[in-house]
């Protein structure tokens, strides 16, 4: 909890709290009235905790600059993601999700995915959820790239399948309402779908060592960093690091692989571009699953301060004690830093970067994975993924959504790429 409070005197958001502490129809929209209220900087006392907002330019801007070893994510989202993960699954980890996307990890993260494609549960028409189609891509990509031999094909699949389903971490900031429950139960679920993946890694783990290595390069390297340990010991670290890694890495992933699809369908001209192929389609399809994620963002953006820092917002520099959190939303300043940000438009993408980000007070108003050391290390291999699969599904299939308006998503939210409130059914037929 924190005890002294900025210095001047922020102004306070009187009666906001977040959806962890509160009930909160709309996480995005009290956040965002309160800003009405309020200004571009304010504090929100919520529960045990005080956070201290800032939108301006100067602000984010400080806020991106704030040292990690002063003001850090790192923290802040382990602090986050404990309300649902059992403490286990984040104590003496060897393997650390950050660590995975080397170039080589990359090519056989993608040479996954399209075998996950080829694996789908897609007949030659029917009707499927978007987003059901590609969290399972996103279990069979990940499970085949990290959890060791058997563990993306069969029983064992399922069975791993339904314990990330139920140790999904993302659970913290989607549905942050439910948080209190998870916590009357002393994470109770979560601890047995933990002991789950970890008899099944345990299982893979002695295929492992009985010489079935081919394809395992990731999970050889996760095996190395426990090769000293007994061996109960042993099997529990590697079956843990699995299990961090492939929580941290898919579940945000599956949700923008499904915006993409979302936004290409309810756009013929640039979903008839992609179908056509040739030349610069990958391009053109990356700008496009940039456009998407952009837009899809719920991030609360949060630093955990451990020492003293100082913010800048342009007007006033605030001095911040130890145990505030400073935030910013990205789906504020996304859609609102420039006119014409509330529309989807892959053109005004180069490569990683907004084409015309003059018409912005800052360039980090606006942003799709992040910026600066905090950004997503997953960026290179999260655009290549999605527009892989993007193009490989409406490459083979036609598609026809079923809703009439543009999906929404779930209003709790605060955090994250968004999640879609309901069902987002398409019927398809092989092409």
């Not at 209220?37 to 006392?45: E, L, P, W």
């Not at 915006?259 to 040739?278: N, S, T």
Request: net charge negative.
């Amino acid at each position: 909890m924190a005890g002294a409070d900025p210095v001047p005197a922020p102004p306070y958001a009187e009666g906001t709290g977040l959806p962890w502490d509160l009930p909160v129809s709309d996480a995005v929209a009290t956040i965002a009235a309160a800003r009405a209220r309020c200004g571009d900087t304010f504090a929100v006392h919520s529960g045990a905790d005080r956070y201290l907002f800032t939108f301006s330019p100067a602000g984010v801007e400080s806020f991106y600059a704030l040292p990690e070893e002063s003001a850090s994510k790192g923290v802040a989202d382990y602090l986050m993601l404990r309300r649902k993960l059992p403490d286990d699954i984040f104590a003496g980890r060897r393997t650390l999700p950050s660590t995975l996307f080397r170039r080589d990890d990359v090519a056989g993260y993608l040479a996954n995915l399209d075998r996950a494609l080829d694996q789908t549960d897609l007949e030659s028409a029917g009707t499927v959820d978007v987003f059901d189609l590609m969290r399972q891509l996103g279990h069979r990509m990940g499970l085949a790239s990290w959890a060791g031999p058997g563990c993306c094909d069969g029983a064992d699949f399922e069975r791993l399948v339904r314990a990330f389903d139920t140790l999904d971490g993302a659970d913290a900031f989607v549905h942050p309402d439910r948080m209190a429950e998870v916590a009357a139960t002393d994470k109770r679920a979560e601890r047995a779908a933990l002991d789950e993946v970890a008899d099944i890694v345990a299982a893979a783990v002695r295929r492992f060592d009985a010489g079935d290595t081919d394809n395992q390069a990731l999970f050889g390297r996760i095996v190395d960093a426990w090769s000293t340990e007994q061996q109960d010991d042993r099997l529990r670290g590697i079956a843990l690091d699995v299990a961090l890694i492939h929580v941290a890495s898919m579940s945000n992933l599956a949700a923008a692989l499904g915006w993409a699809l979302v936004d290409l369908l309810e756009h013929p001209a640039e979903l008839a571009r992609i179908r056509g192929g040739g030349a610069g389609v990958a391009d053109f399809a990356q700008r496009c699953a940039l456009e998407s994620t952009r837009l899809a963002q719920r991030s609360i953006m949060t630093r955990a301060v451990l020492s003293p820092v100082r913010l800048d917002t342009g007007e006033v520099t605030y001095q911040v004690p130890p145990g505030w959190t400073i935030a910013t939303l990205l789906p504020l300043l996304n859609t609102s830093a420039a006119p014409g940000l509330e529309r989807w438009d892959p053109d005004r993408w180069n490569r990683h970067r907004l084409i015309e980000q003059h018409t912005l007070a800052s360039p980090m108003l606006v942003t799709a994975f992040g910026h600066g050391r905090h950004s997503c290390p997953a960026q290179p291999f999260s655009l290549s993924a999605i527009t892989a699969a993007t193009t490989a599904l409406l490459r083979d299939y036609q598609m026809t959504p079923r809703w009439t308006s543009h999906p929404q998503p779930v209003p709790a939210q605060i955090g994250g790429v968004a999640r879609a409130r309901g069902p987002c059914l398409v019927d398809y037929v092989s092409a």
